[in-house]
């Protein structure tokens, strides 16, 4: 079945780099996708990427896709204090509509 | 646009009393979705529904009935609430060949 895997927890310095990763277990995944969440707030979409690509980039963010390894990372370069939240990694198995499958999310806390 | 808005913002219920949880989205979305997030738990999808006139479940749909009232609107129905319900509910839409889901702000439901 699918699962998506993080790690729960990360702490970094502001100016640092960050690094958050995720790993999938189906390789019939076509999208994966990036969620951002603040405290009380909803999810909001920071990016995706399409799983014939390896990498895409938006400003501070870098999306590392290893399909081989089903392995998924989001680099934010020099992390601010407000980047601190819950980051959620999530799949989808086909274009159009399908339903997504999340991870538990990776805490993210930037320290000044 | 408002994107995805959801209403109440909170809700206190007692045990056996019914509620329903309310979701619109002004994107022309054809697929909308309610999740629950549970801490430790991550996003779990209770229902969604493909398109107007069609809705399935999802992984966690006990105790729980959905209506997709038109193209903009789906609600979510607790018939007889039950503390294991306390939750935050998401509501999300999406419509796009990339299938990203845009998501509500949530409603904080406590069944005492």
Same mark, same amino acid.
């Given at each position: 079945?699918?699962?998506?895997?993080?790690?729960?927890?990360?702490?970094?310095?502001?100016?640092?780099?960050?690094?958050?990763?995720?790993?999938?277990?189906?390789?019939?995944?076509?999208?994966?996708?990036?969620?951002?969440?603040?405290?009380?707030?909803?999810?909001?979409?920071?990016?995706?990427?399409?799983?014939?690509?390896?990498?895409?980039?938006?400003?501070?963010?870098?999306?590392?896709?290893?399909?081989?390894?089903?392995?998924?990372?989001?680099?934010?370069?020099?992390?601010?204090?407000?980047?601190?939240?819950?980051?959620?990694?999530?799949?989808?198995?086909?274009?159009?509509?399908?339903?997504?499958?999340?991870?538990?999310?990776?805490?993210?806390?930037?320290?000044? | 646009?408002?994107?995805?808005?959801?209403?109440?913002?909170? !809700?206190?219920?007692?045990?056996?009393?019914?509620?329903?949880?309310?979701?619109? !989205?002004?994107?022309?979305?054809?697929?909308?979705?309610?999740?629950? !997030?549970?801490?430790?738990?991550?996003?779990?999808?209770?229902?969604?529904?493909?398109?107007?006139?069609?809705?399935?479940?999802?992984?966690?749909?006990?105790?729980?009935?959905?209506?997709?009232?038109?193209?903009?609107?789906?609600?979510?129905?607790?018939?007889?609430?039950?503390?294991?319900?306390?939750?935050?509910?998401?509501?999300?839409?999406?419509?796009?060949?990339?299938?990203? !889901?845009?998501?509500?702000?949530?409603?904080?439901?406590?069944?005492?």
């Amino acid at each position: 079945g699918e699962d998506v895997e993080q790690s729960l927890f990360l702490s970094v310095r502001e100016g640092d780099s960050s690094v958050i990763n995720c790993t999938y277990t189906d390789s019939s995944s076509t999208y994966l996708y990036w969620y951002k969440q603040e405290p009380g707030a909803g999810l909001q979409l920071l990016t995706y990427i399409f799983s014939n690509m390896d990498m895409k980039q938006d400003q501070r963010l870098t999306v590392l896709l290893n399909k081989k390894d089903k392995h998924l990372s989001l680099r934010i370069a020099d992390t601010q204090t407000g980047d601190s939240a819950i980051y959620f990694c999530a799949e989808s198995m086909f274009s159009g509509y399908s339903t997504l499958t999340f991870g538990k999310g990776t805490m993210l806390l930037v320290s000044p | 646009n408002a994107g995805v808005t959801q209403t109440p913002k909170f !809700q206190v219920l007692k045990t056996g009393q019914s509620m329903t949880l309310q979701c619109a !989205q002004d994107m022309n979305h054809n697929s909308m979705y309610w999740y629950r !997030q549970d801490p430790g738990m991550g996003l779990r999808l209770i229902y969604y529904s493909a398109s107007e006139g069609t809705t399935d479940k999802g992984e966690v749909p006990n105790g729980y009935n959905v209506s997709r009232l038109n193209k903009r609107e789906f609600s979510l129905r607790l018939e007889s609430a039950a503390p294991s319900q306390t939750s935050v509910y998401f509501c999300a839409s999406s419509g796009l060949a990339a299938n990203e !889901q845009y998501f509500g702000p949530g409603t904080r439901l406590t069944v005492t």
